[in-house]
């Protein structure tokens, strides 16, 4: 069965860094063609994309978070973690990270999401 | 980057009632266009793929449509389980991008 499941800071100061880690089972993030994506929700709003890599490494940013954005994955552990730095109350969302893969180029399945709240 | 634009932003329907969602891409995505379905304090989960494809287990009730720029989510049939919100996601190019939503309410 293919999980993804969020973990990291409920509460983060302004300015601080947020490290956030999607842990996976039933697939590896190094098997060719597989994709982890995290997409944020805030409070009542739309659902907005923030990242990605891919198995072979390959990055992707949103366009207007990329200087705060970092992804990487540590493949022993079979994560993929983000983390965005100078946090601004703007930021408080649910954080997800979901699958997808080079020949399925959708989300599916997705974690439960995490809430973080940015407040001094 | 693509901008995806959904109408409506929410509406009023009962249950029975045939519902229809459109999403308007900003360039030509062909049909690389997803939709999914957010309830209340869930993560979304995937309802149709590129743009016609009914993933397995979603009731035969919905269905998608279109092409390029222009693209429809219809529920035939709404039933008490559906009213949730609907958002559509363009997977052609990154950065991906979402609709702003359509929220589907109790008439």
């Known amino acids: 069965q293919v999980t993804l499941k969020e973990s990291g800071p409920a509460l983060v100061k302004p300015t601080q860094t947020l490290t956030l880690t999607c842990t996976l089972s039933?697939?590896?993030?190094?098997?060719?063609?597989?994709?982890v994506s995290w997409i944020r929700q805030p409070p009542g709003k739309a659902l907005e994309w923030l990242a990605r890599i891919d198995w072979d490494g390959d990055k992707f940013y949103s366009t207007s978070l990329k200087t705060r954005l970092t992804i990487s994955k540590d493949t022993s552990k079979n994560q993929v973690v983000l983390t965005m730095t100078n946090m601004d109350p703007v930021d408080t969302a649910t954080y997800y990270c979901?699958?997808?893969?080079?020949?399925?180029?959708?989300?599916?399945?997705w974690g439960q999401g995490t809430l973080v709240t940015v407040s001094s | 980057d693509i901008q995806m634009t959904q109408s409506p932003s929410s509406l009023s329907a009962s249950v029975g009632d045939r519902v229809t969602i459109t999403c308007r891409a900003s360039?030509?995505?062909?049909?690389?266009l997803n939709w999914y379905q957010q309830k209340p304090g869930k993560a979304p989960k995937l309802l149709i793929y590129t743009a016609s494809s009914l993933q397995s287990g979603v009731p035969s009730r919905f269905s998608g449509s279109g092409s390029g720029t222009d693209f429809t989510l219809t529920i035939s049939s709404l039933q008490p389980e559906d009213f949730a919100t609907y958002y559509c996601?363009?997977?052609?190019?990154?950065?991906?991008?979402f609709g702003q939503g359509t929220k589907v309410e109790i008439k």
């Open positions: 360039q030509s995505i062909v049909s690389y």
């Open positions: 996601q363009q997977s052609y190019t990154v950065p991906d991008s």
């Open positions: 979901a699958r997808a893969t080079t020949r399925a180029n959708w989300f599916d399945p």
């Open positions: 039933g697939f590896s993030v190094t098997t060719s063609g597989m994709r």
